[in-house]
């Protein structure tokens, strides 16, 4: 009889209601974590605890003075301003500003919903703001934000957390249960919204992995023994109508059973990839990867190749990684590194006879739940290209730019400079003909924004600074916002960060929002604005 896993946290709430605990604190939304990626052993990568759910923001809006915004011309912002409310508000390109709705004090996380925060047509925009727990909000241009639900920080932490489809009809997302980064495999409600109005289509219950395309949705869910241990996986298909179970797999072998699950449609939404990891008893922590194709139609998910794998997927990294090729060609997946938890291979799946080749042989840093000091990976608009930030073992770190298309040339590979220096940011320009990204240091150290161009594989400085993480471009694929930290010459007082815009093809700057007053050479009144997206 299979069952489906029930994790504690209920019962942990009522006990932290009775005995009145206190809750583990988070860092700022600008906080990293200070140690080398490249030295921390997977196995010591610790996951964070949760906490309570942060108090809904109660929007100050000018709808109207919104709705009047141009389109494409506007930042969203997360502003801070001494003895005002935090608030997300939008700022035009002459730095005029208007309120979007408050932000609550405990909040130390103001952020877009993941890699794919943006719907492809560019309509949507999808945001977390909380703690470890907090509520997921959708805006549509540049209307008021609409309050989706609340959430687990979990659902936005990327590479396939929080989805829209390709036509940018509808969203979903899996609401993980609360403490499933503690729990071998995290799993939760996935929910799927129509995008123009909000209104919920379906839950499912129970689900680890999950894609979308236009029509249909495609989960896996994990049952089960006595033992705790899911010593079942089903493949579930939903149709826009009904639900049906596709495909049930166990594991190969006895007292064995699975620790995680990927999962991705094929773009013609025929076919399907997925990846499983399985743990058995008699080989102790080595677990061992499993790369399936399945066919909705027909019922069937066939093992493809399989292998051991030098570390182990986790809850709190997305080190389970499944997706395709525009094409369809290939199929990619990945492999953890056993190096830290949140660093991986890169394998890529010649469809047409199975060949598998590995592109990136390790340390490709993927998103991991407590942060980590290089850029998470981005796909490009048209999903031909993939960026990552790659790191070693002696912290020479360097950009590599994969053409999903043609997995068979190496990888774009640009170094960030001295040992040391990191990826900072990564972004691509919307016609998918640049990747933007900051390399060097960080926290106000020298460092340089650089546009790669795609085609030719040659890079271009755009401008020396001291720039922070986040590199926002602009539709018009010609300005970038960034953070430029700023330092007077007296040490004993504060530094602090202006945003500005910078043209990527003159390197011209605008300072569009200045963090401090700075008078004799003192500093006061500091303030921040911290770009997330255009609109």
């Given at each position: 009889m299979r069952s489906m896993r029930r994790s504690?946290?209920?019962?942990?709430?009522?006990?932290?209601?009775?005995?009145?605990c206190g809750t583990s604190s988070t860092p700022e939304v600008t906080a990293r974590p200070t140690s080398d990626e490249e030295t921390t052993p997977a196995a010591e990568v610790a996951s964070p605890t949760p906490e309570p759910p942060t108090e809904t923001p109660?929007?100050?809006?000018?709808?109207?003075?919104?709705?009047?915004?141009?389109?494409?011309?506007?930042?969203?912002?997360?502003?801070?301003?001494?003895?005002?409310?935090?608030?997300?508000?939008?700022?035009n390109r002459d730095g005029n500003i208007i309120s979007v709705m408050n932000i609550?004090?405990?909040a130390t996380r103001v952020t877009a919903c993941g890699d794919e925060a943006t719907s492809p047509n560019a309509r949507f925009f999808a945001f977390y703001v909380g703690g470890d727990t907090g509520d997921l909000y959708l805006m549509d241009n540049t209307k008021s934000p609409v309050r989706i639900d609340d959430a687990e920080y979990l659902a936005c932490l990327g590479n396939g957390t929080f989805q829209f489809?390709?036509?940018?009809?509808?969203?979903?997302?899996?609401?993980?249960?609360?403490?499933?980064?503690?729990?071998?495999?995290?799993?939760?409600?996935?929910?799927?919204?129509?995008?123009?109005?909000?209104?919920?289509?379906?839950?499912?219950?129970?689900?680890?992995?999950?894609?979308?395309?236009?029509?249909?949705?495609?989960?896996?869910?994990?049952?089960?023994?006595?033992?705790?241990?899911?010593?079942?996986?089903?493949?579930?298909?939903?149709?826009?109508?009904?639900?049906?179970?596709?495909?049930?797999l166990r594991p190969s072998a006895e007292r064995c059973w699975f620790t995680s699950a990927a999962i991705s449609f094929a773009p013609n939404g025929s076919r399907a990839a997925m990846v499983l990891e399985q743990r058995c008893a008699s080989t102790g922590t080595q677990t061992q990867w499993q790369f399936y194709t399945l066919d909705p139609g027909a019922?069937?998910?066939?093992?493809?190749?399989?292998?051991?794998?030098?570390?182990?997927?986790?809850?709190?990294?997305r080190n389970n990684n499944v997706f395709y090729a525009p094409s369809g060609e290939y199929a990619f997946f990945t492999v953890p590194d056993g190096v830290t938890a949140y660093t991986v291979a890169v394998a890529a799946v010649q469809l047409s006879d199975f060949t598998i080749t590995v592109p990136v042989g390790r340390q490709a840093v993927f998103p991991n739940f407590s942060g980590t000091t290089n850029a998470y990976p981005?796909?490009?608009?048209?999903?031909?290209?993939?960026?990552?930030?790659?790191?070693?073992?002696?912290?020479?770190?360097?950009?590599?730019?994969?053409?999903?298309?043609?997995?068979?040339?190496?990888?774009?590979?640009?170094?960030?400079?001295s040992r040391g220096d990191l990826i900072s940011g990564l972004n691509f320009t919307r016609d998918n003909r640049q990747l933007i990204y900051t390399a060097g240091g960080q926290g106000g150290a020298d460092n340089a924004l650089i546009a790669l161009n795609l085609e030719s594989g040659s890079e271009r400085r755009v401008l020396r600074g001291h720039f922070d993480r986040d590199v926002v471009v602009a539709p018009d694929n010609n300005?970038?916002?960034?953070?430029?930290?700023?330092?007077?010459?007296?040490?004993?007082q504060p530094t602090y960060m202006n945003l500005v815009l910078v043209n990527l093809n003159d390197s011209t700057v605008t300072t569009l929002f200045t963090g401090a007053d700075?008078?004799?050479?003192?500093?006061?009144?500091?303030?921040?604005?911290?770009?997330l997206t255009w609109r």
């Open positions: 504690g946290w209920l019962i942990l709430a009522m006990i932290l209601v009775l005995v009145g109660q929007p100050t809006v000018d709808a109207q003075a919104l709705d009047n915004l141009p389109d494409g011309q506007n930042l969203l912002v997360a502003l801070t301003r001494p003895g005002e409310p935090r608030q997300l508000a939008m700022m609550p004090d405990n489809s390709p036509d940018s009809n509808r969203f979903a997302y899996i609401d993980f249960f609360p403490g499933v980064t503690r729990e071998e495999y995290p799993d939760g409600i996935l929910k799927l919204y129509e995008s123009s109005n909000g209104n919920q289509l379906a839950t499912f219950d129970n689900v680890t992995a999950f894609d979308i395309n236009n029509n249909q949705a495609v989960f896996v869910s994990f049952f089960v023994n006595d033992r705790n241990e899911a010593d079942e996986a089903a493949v579930s298909l939903w149709d826009g109508s009904a639900t049906r179970e596709i495909a049930t019922g069937s998910a066939t093992l493809v190749s399989s292998d051991n794998q030098p570390g182990a997927f986790v809850s709190f990294a981005r796909f490009s608009v048209d999903g031909r290209w993939l960026a990552m930030a790659v790191t070693s073992p002696n912290n020479e770190n360097q950009v590599m730019v994969l053409d999903l298309s043609n997995p068979t040339v190496p990888p774009i590979a640009l170094s960030a400079g300005t970038a916002a960034l953070l430029d930290w700023q330092r007077v010459e007296d040490p004993r700075v008078e004799d050479g003192r500093v006061n009144n500091v303030r921040t604005a911290i770009p």
